[in-house]
C-alpha cells in the first residue's frame, strides 16, 4: 500500500525548503523528496568561482535572513549553500534525500501518485519545485561541431582546468556567460565570446547596490505579465566584490567579441553581424538605469550622492567594433566550447495535462487545473522575483494558505 502524506513536495532547494516553512506555520503535514541533497543544483551545477549576484543582504528566505558582518559584499556559492542547509537543520525540514521522482499521476480516488524508484507515495497536494535551471539550451547545430572540441554547457562547467588546454569559444549573453568569460580570462586563456542583446547596469550607483534600487524601486515586485515582451534579465556579477559587467570592457582585456552564433559547418562557426546593435542596447540599457534611479531619487528626496564614475561610463563614446562573419575553429585556437544559453524545464514525469498545446505551462500563480498539483520556483511564475532566493517565499505563502483552505 502506498504511504499517505497530505502534502509532497518534489525538490529541496531554496524553493521546496521554503514551501516547507510556510507549510509547517500552518501545522500542515508535508515531506520534501529531494533526488540527491538539499541545494544539489547549488552544489553541482555551478562552477567553482561563482558568486552570489546580489548583496548578502538579500540573502533572505522566509524566517531567516543574511546576519553575518558584510550585509553589502557578495557570498561565494559555497556560503550560499550552508545558508541553504542552515536553513533547513533550523526549520528542521522534514527532507528526505537521495528520492529522486520519476513519475507522478492520478489515482482513480483522485490523490496524486509520486512513484521514486521501490517508493511508492499518495497526496492530495503535491508541490513540483525542482527549479527553473533544469534542461541546458543547446542548438541544434551544435552537432556539426568537429568531434575534436570539447562542448560543455554552463552547468556542467567547473573552472578552466577541466577544459583542454586552448582556445574557449563561449555562446550566450546572460550572466552565466558574462562570468564564465571573465573565469577563462582570469586563468589566461584565449577567449572568443558570441553573444547578442543584453541589458547591462551599474553595479553600484549614487551609493546603493543596484539589486537594492531594483528592488526599493518596486520594480522586482512587478507582476510578470506586465513585462513587454523581450525583456532581459539585467547583467550583473558578484564576483571581485561586484563590479559591473561591461562587455566592450572584456574586448581591452583580449576577450573576442562575436555576434550571435548562428551555425556551425565544415570546422567553421558563422555569426550574425549583430554585435554592434548588441553592444548599443546594452549601452542604451545602462544610460536609461541610471536616469530611472536618478527620477526615483528625485521623487523621494533621497540624499543620494551623484556618481560621477557612472555617469562618465554613460557619456563614453562607443566604439564600432568588427563584426566577424565566420571563424576558422581550428585556426583559432578553439578546443573547446562553453553553452550559456539558459535553460528550460522538464515535467515528462508528470502524467497529468498540466501543458497547453504549444507545451506551456498552464498555471495561475503556481496553481494548475488539475486539484491538488501546484509549481513553485519557476522564472517570472508570477512576479519578476518568483525564481530568486530572496523572492520564492511569497509564492510559497500563497500556495500554503491554498493547500490549507483544501483541507
Known amino acids: 500500500m502506498a504511504e499517505y502524506i497530505e502534502t509532497i513536495i518534489v525538490g529541496g532547494g531554496q524553493a521546496g525548503l521554503a514551501m516547507s516553512h510556510q507549510l509547517a506555520q500552518r501545522g500542515r503535514e508535508h515531506v520534501i523528496l529531494e533526488r540527491a541533497r538539499i541545494a544539489e543544483r547549488w552544489r553541482s551545477e555551478r562552477w567553482d568561482s561563482l558568486y552570489f549576484q546580489f548583496p548578502n543582504r538579500m540573502m533572505r528566505l522566509p524566517g531567516q535572513s543574511y546576519a553575518g558582518p558584510e550585509p553589502d559584499g557578495f557570498t561565494h556559492r559555497d556560503g550560499v549553500i550552508r545558508f541553504i542547509v542552515d536553513y533547513a537543520v533550523r526549520n ?26 521501490p517508493l511508492t507515495m499518495e497526496a492530495a497536494n503535491v508541490v513540483v519545485a525542482t527549479g527553473p535551471y533544469q534542461v541546458p539550451k543547446v542548438p541544434p547545430f551544435a552537432r556539426a561541431l ?64 543596484f539589486g537594492i534600487w531594483n528592488e526599493e524601486m518596486g520594480f522586482t ?41 548562428r551555425g556551425v559547418e565544415d570546422g567553421q562557426a558563422f555569426f550574425n553581424a549583430d554585435l554592434n546593435a ?3 542596447a546594452g549601452d542604451a540599457e545602462f544610460t536609461t538605469t541610471l536616469r530611472a534611479i536618478d527620477a526615483y531619487i528625485e521623487h523621494e528626496r533621497i540624499e543620494a550622492p551623484r556618481d560621477e564614475a557612472a555617469e562618465a561610463e554613460a557619456r563614453r563614446p562607443a566604439n564600432q567594433v568588427a563584426e566577424t562573419e565566420a571563424i576558422d575553429l ?33 498555471h495561475d500563480r503556481g496553481i494548475t487545473r488539475e486539484p491538488g498539483l501546484m509549481f513553485l520556483g519557476l522564472a517570472r511564475m508570477h512576479k519578476i522575483k518568483s525564481a530568486f532566493l530572496w523572492g520564492v517565499g511569497e509564492d510559497a505563502e500563497h500556495l500554503a494558505e491554498h493547500i490549507a483552505g483544501r483541507a
Request: proline share 7%; charged share 20%.
Open 221 to 261: 515586485n512587478r507582476v510578470a505579465s506586465t513585462i513587454p515582451p523581450g525583456f532581459r534579465p539585467p547583467l550583473v556579477t558578484g564576483h571581485r566584490g561586484g563590479h559591473t559587467a561591461n562587455v566592450r570592457d572584456l574586448a581591452q582585456r583580449g576577450v573576442t567579441l562575436l555576434g550571435s552564433l
Open 330 to 362: 581550428a585556426a583559432s585556437g578553439i578546443t573547446s566550447v562553453v553553452w550559456a544559453l539558459g535553460y528550460g524545464v522538464d515535467f515528462g514525469w508528470i502524467d497529468c495535462p498540466v501543458r497547453d498545446d504549444r507545451g506551456a505551462l498552464v
Open 278 to 280: 548588441s553592444l548599443d
Open 146 to 209: 568537429p568531434p575534436g572540441i570539447q562542448q560543455v554547457t554552463a552547468n556542467r562547467y567547473t573552472n578552466p582546468a577541466e577544459l583542454p588546454p586552448g582556445g574557449v569559444l563561449v555562446v550566450g549573453s546572460g550572466a552565466s556567460g558574462f562570468q564564465i568569460v571573465e573565469d577563462l580570462l582570469h586563468s589566461g586563456r584565449r577567449v572568443h565570446y558570441a553573444l547578442r542583446g543584453h541589458r547591462r547596469v551599474p553595479r553600484h550607483y549614487r551609493g546603493r547596490d
Open 92 to 117: 528542521a525540514a522534514p527532507v528526505r534525500c537521495g528520492v529522486e521522482v520519476t513519475r507522478m499521476r492520478r489515482t482513480d480516488s483522485g490523490r496524486l501518485r509520486v512513484e521514486a524508484g
